[in-house]
Structures are given as C-alpha cells and as structure tokens.
C-alpha cells in the first residue's frame, strides 16, 4: 500500500474523531479525502488488517493504539512544516497547508524535531490548534477564526494567542487575552484592523491579527 495515501486517510481519521468526538463516519472521510465510499470501504479494510483501525458498521471508524500513536505522529509533522512555512518562508496559510501536505510524507523523525527546535517548539500551528496532542485528554477541534478573517461589526471570544511571548504580554495588559470578548470596528485598507476590547479601541497590524484566534458569535461568521 502506498505509505503516503496511508497517512492521508489516517491523519483525516483523526480529525474527524477529534471533530465528532466520536468515530469517523465512511462518508465524512470520503468528503475531506474527495473520493468515493466504495474506495473508503476498501481502504478501511486494509487498514483494519493491519491493525491500524476498527470499523463497526452504522457506527464508523476508530483507530486503535498503533493507528494512533501513527496519525499523531503525521498530523504532528503536518504542523511542524506548516509552521515553518508560515512563520519563516512566509507562505500564506492555505499554501502553507497545501505544501505541508506534501512535505509531510517524507521529511523523517530527526529532521523534524531539528525544526521544531530551530521554531523554538511552539505550543501552537498557524491554524491555532495544539501542536503536541494529547490523546489521554483529547478534546473536540476547535471551530475559530482568525482575527483577521472577521468581518467588520462582527464579534466574539478570543480563544488563543500564537504569538511570542512578549507580544502576547503587550496584548494582554490591553485585554487581548483568551477568554475575553473582542470586535472587529473597522478593517482598513492598508492591513490595519480596529478592534474593541475592554471597551477600548486598539488598532493592531494584519500580522498580529492573523495570530489572534476567535470563536464568533453568530453574526461573526
């Protein structure tokens, strides 16, 4: 079987386990991979026979242990390499996303840990979502949006910050912090984002905002 196409469908296993909370619908794996159910079913059995995941029929798919352990494993080097990419070739994140996706499948283990060193093991990729996962307290995907994808008059709750450290500082002795509401007052032309929040306006720059991860109420979509 082809390694990288076994790591497609086990990486979007676990998406979609950590998404429903529960186990991955045949379907739901067939939209996200763009293929048909008939080629889902055989993959799966394949899988099932090397002991990677269970099927149980009206249910979905779960992996086990060892499927696990290797779809944390490619997901982890999918951040890993979308974070370098981002962060330090400057792509944007849907290129950034595209290109990791293919990288992921050949850069070995001792590369990627020599980059994620070289990243200063960040807690979190351009997406927002954890880097490290933990399975023993794994929790549902997150659905947030950008600041700077927001529209104007939108609003919500700042979920998490990916900045550096003293950055993040700064925001937060403005309120920028998890946990707090913000909304977006006016997007300018030349990349600046108006936002309100603690009841003060603060302009912050498109490369700070992109950091910045809300969950929208439902007007913020």
Do not use: W
Not at 118 to 134: A, T, V
Request: charged share 30%; glycine share 6%.
């Amino acid at each position: 079987m082809h390694t990288d196409r076994l790591e497609e469908y086990l990486e979007t296993i676990l998406y979609l386990i950590m998404k429903n909370q529960g186990p991955a619908k045949t379907k739901q794996i067939a939209d996200e991979l763009n293929v048909s159910p008939p080629s889902v079913t055989e993959m799966i059995k394949k899988l099932s026979s090397m002991g990677l995941v269970e099927y149980t029929p009206y249910q979905g798919v779960e992996l086990t242990e060892k499927g696990t352990d290797q779809a944390v494993r490619i997901k982890r080097k999918h951040q890993v390499l979308e974070t370098f990419l981002a962060d330090v070739l400057d792509f944007d994140r849907k290129e950034a996303h595209k290109e990791a996706c293919e990288l992921e499948h050949a850069v070995s283990d001792s590369v990627l840990e020599k980059l994620y060193e070289f990243l200063g093991s960040p807690e979190y990729c351009p997406d927002g979502h954890p880097i490290n996962i933990d399975m023993s307290n794994m929790k549902r995907e997150d659905h947030f949006l950008p600041l700077d994808e927001m529209k104007e008059g939108t609003s919500g709750t700042i979920a998490r910050v990916t900045l550096p450290r003293e950055t993040r500082e700064r925001l937060n002795s403005l309120g920028i912090l998890a946990g707090e509401e913000i909304e977006v007052k006016r997007k300018q032309k030349q990349g600046c984002i108006s936002v309100i929040a603690v009841g003060s306006e603060i302009a912050l720059g498109r490369d700070v905002a992109k950091k910045i991860f809300i969950t929208p109420r439902a007007n913020g979509l």
